[in-house]
């Protein structure tokens, strides 16, 4: 699986963005694969944002973007997307997206179980 962020830049706070993941899956179906949003801002560690199930009917967020992030997927373009509206200057940070054949929702905060990560896109937002 190769995975492509792509959608970040410079907002003003209070702003919108729309991150996409486009995925090239080959030797597996791409719905076999939970889809997370990680972020990681300098000299701090990388932070689990949100993730997406295989079908798109479930999400998971972290409490700091939880009613302003949200994600969908459309499996037919293996995409996956992360609307991030009410961006704040603790957004900042290098975005990426993960795909691991995670089942249990419990552990979608793991960085540690997803396999194929993309290159990441810069977000930042200014106050």
């Known amino acids: 699986v190769q995975l492509q962020a792509f959608g970040g830049g410079l907002v003003q706070a209070g702003g919108s963005l729309r991150l996409s993941c486009a995925a090239s899956?080959?030797?597996?179906?791409?719905?076999?694969?939970?889809v997370g949003w990680f972020r990681q801002a300098p000299g701090k560690e990388r932070e689990f944002v949100g993730a997406?199930?295989?079908?798109?009917?479930?999400?998971i967020y972290a409490d700091s973007v939880k009613g302003r992030f949200t994600s969908s997927r459309d499996n037919a373009k293996k995409m996956v997307y992360l609307q991030m509206n009410s961006l704040r200057p603790e957004d900042t940070a290098v975005y990426y997206c993960a795909a691991g054949m995670i089942h249990a929702l419990t552990a979608v905060t793991a960085h540690r179980l997803y396999d194929y990560w993309g290159q990441g896109t810069q977000v930042t937002v200014s106050s």
């Open positions: 899956v080959r030797s597996r179906s791409f719905t076999d694969y939970t």
């Open positions: 997406i199930n295989w079908s798109g009917s479930t999400t």
